[in-house]
């Protein structure tokens, strides 16, 4: 549940950031260290081979990801 | 390591938002989910006596408490 909601999370940030293309409040800082942040995380998941965690954190990373890419496109 | 880079990645959009009250770019939606779902992995780390999870879940808790009121005040 709570993997879930932090995970799903991302989303309407995501999409408002896509749509908007707002990234002047968003912090570059943090999406760098929390992109790398989730990087352990999905690496953890993988040498615990724990399906839930890989899951989880992979689309958090691509989430991630897609608006660490934005901010740094739009700044 | 992943748990402090991911913890520590909302300091900084702590900051930047309590400094530049720039919060149109950030998602309410995404904030007031990501706030519960930390509550659930708090309670989870609590059920587990876990302390690296209790202790890393508060301070991610007071980070995003801090940034959904600045957005809920600053809209």
């Not at 954190?57 to 739009?74: C, E, F, P, Q, W």
Request: avoid cysteine; glycine fraction near 8%; charge should be positive.
């Amino acid at each position: 549940m709570a993997a879930i909601l932090t995970t799903l999370s991302f989303v309407p940030q995501a999409v408002k950031t896509i749509r908007s293309k707002q990234t002047n409040g968003l912090s570059l800082l943090m999406y760098l260290t929390f992109t790398v942040g989730i990087g352990f995380w999905l690496a953890y998941g993988i040498y615990l081979m724990s399906w839930p965690m890989i899951i989880a954190n992979i689309v958090t990373l691509a989430l991630s990801l897609t608006i660490l890419g934005l901010k740094l496109r739009y700044g």
